[in-house]
């Protein structure tokens, strides 16, 4: 039972992995870029708030017809799923950064970009990766569901002990998945605290 187990935690991962580097790599540019054009801005929080109210379920399921069964439409809805919170954070970091900080830079002669790199950056990244945190246990509690869509993962384990009444397997695949969000909870809140401690 654990080889599978295991087996399924795997693919489980590479795919919530694959799911959030990608959330992360289209979220958080677009809302970098967005933070400070207004229209823009209202435009992605907008659709960020609409895309927080979808289920997961409903998600995959309109998936279904353009993209059909596989790996490649989950790992398109959890995208999806993830880029919300992200999307949201990042402008919220990026917003709160105090003025002061960025004038002082400035007024060392910094160009704009290196404001941005060497001052912006490290100051907002503990509420950036908040967000990052919240969309890695949405995402990979939202991967069981991969499992109707044929992806497998740590949803196959728990549909067929459900199908076969089969507690200990359900028990055994449940805790594997919560164990995973506990890990990624602990692992985001330490970077964040840790990358807030150097900076301060």
């Known amino acids: 039972m654990w080889a599978g187990i295991l087996e399924d935690a795997g693919r489980h991962t590479l795919l919530c992995a694959q799911a959030l580097a990608l959330a992360t790599a289209i979220g958080a540019p677009l809302a970098a870029f967005a933070a400070a054009r207004t229209h823009l801005r209202a435009l992605l929080l907008a659709l960020a708030a609409v895309g927080r109210t979808l289920p997961s379920i409903a998600v995959l399921t309109l998936l279904i017809p353009l993209l059909g069964v596989g790996t490649a439409p989950a790992l ?89 009444d089969n507690l200990a397997l359900l028990l055994a695949a449940s805790a594997t998945v919560a164990a995973m969000a506990f890990a990624a909870e602990l692992l985001f809140a330490r970077t964040a605290r840790a990358i807030e401690v150097h900076t301060s």
């Open 76 to 164: 398109v809805a959890l995208v999806l799923l993830a880029l919300p919170p992200i999307v949201i954070n990042v402008d919220l970091a990026i917003r709160g950064v105090a003025p002061a900080a960025r004038d002082a830079a400035l007024g060392l002669g910094m160009s704009g970009g290196q404001c941005f790199r060497r001052v912006v950056v490290p100051l907002a990244l503990p509420v950036a990766l908040a967000g990052v945190r919240t969309a890695s246990v949405e995402v990979i509690a939202s991967a069981t569901l991969a499992t109707f869509i044929g992806a497998g993962g740590l949803g196959d384990d728990i549909v067929r002990a459900l199908q076969t």
